[in-house]
């Protein structure tokens, strides 16, 4: 039974999907098998972050609504050893998706492999709930700002109502500059402002941006700082999410 990963943010542009993207890519470098399913109904990036736009035909949403088969929707990405993606519905319409729907697809994926990401919806509204119903744990992406921070905690205080208790953050696009010269808070400051554990750190960097609008994980580049950063954090999830016999 493999591990089901939600990546949440309490508001929009902190990097959520290139995380979800990279991440799993990461996993997969790892020897994991891996899935990624954008659940960002209507707003969906995660194809176009792997540069698979052009090869959906079924969505998570096909399959919830019986249209199709799971095996149907599910997208090999022949960069890695064994990294499927799953995409998310073009249009927002998710009356008849139910949390129920999003826990039976996602023990369904769990048992197909070892790691399930989810590209949940920013923000703390029904999207969330929904796709936030499979979820073994959460990593809660901001930037440090005070506005996203914030944001970040109420997020957060949401997961804890929903149930959900393995929750971790990771700060992404940190200007060192701006960090040490006390113009954005540090690290220091946004861990005690959020109660998760920091599991990670993501610098600003223009190649992040080129990665995901050329629909190419930034990880794929070997030997750079990027690629490890993103081993240490998968490496910090297996420790606290994956079960003992796919360490």
Known sequence: MGTVIL???GKGGTGKSMFSVNIGATFALREKSVVIVDMDMGLRNTDLYLGLENNVVYDAHDVMTGV??????LIRDERFRDLCFMGASPTRE???ITPLHVKVLCEKLADMFDVV?????AGIDDGLVVASAGADAVVILTTPEYASIRNADTLDKELVKLGIFKRYVVVNKIIPELMQAGYVPGLDKISGLLMPEIIGTILYDDNINISINLGIPIVLKPSTYI?????????????????EELL
């Open 94 to 96: 998710m009356g008849e």
């Open 117 to 121: 990401i989810v590209d949940a919806p």
């Open 227 to 243: 690629r490890r950063n993103f081993e240490m954090i998968a490496a910090r999830l297996e420790e606290r999410c994956l079960p």
């Open 68 to 73: 199709c088969r799971i095996k149907q929707a």
């Open 7 to 9: 990546v949440a943010s």
